[in-house]
């Protein structure tokens, strides 16, 4: 994989300064991951998949990046440490889960979910598909959250938009 690739994360964060943790995160991304190329507006959102009185504030951002997938993976990981999460705010997977929910399918009961200063994930990298246990992308439930595809559209060009005729 050598060259630039693009890389869709998408952002979340719902303890704390949440909108200041986006930008901390968005300027850690484009110092340790790749140049930040686009980036959606802020959108805010009730908690998906768990009971919250905290609401979250995410954030999707398109990346030109040098790095593998696993490599972004890491450094994901590494600014969500570096922007104060711990395995505390980790969503709960049991080793068991194998598979994951289809659009049109209820998400699983098995994965727990908490509120969390930062969340940071890969949503799409180039036209890739990999399905391993630590790392699926696309995304697997990115479909069905709207605090995840609404900023996404904002922001993916899959496509030139045409000149406007005159």
Known sequence: MKGLHQVYLGLGSNLGDKEENIRK????INEQIGTVVRQSALFYSEPWGFESENQFVNAAICVSTSLTPH???KAN???EHQLGKTAAHATERP???QQQPTPNSQQPTTITYHD???DIDILLYDDLHIDEPELKIPHPLMQMRDFVMIPLR?????YADPEPSR
């Open 116 to 118: 969390r200063p930062i």
């Open 95 to 97: 080793n068991e889960l």
């Open 25 to 28: 995160a968005i300027s850690l």
């Open 77 to 79: 990981q590494r600014i």
């Open 71 to 73: 490599e972004v993976l």
């Open 154 to 158: 904002e922001i993916w060009i899959t």
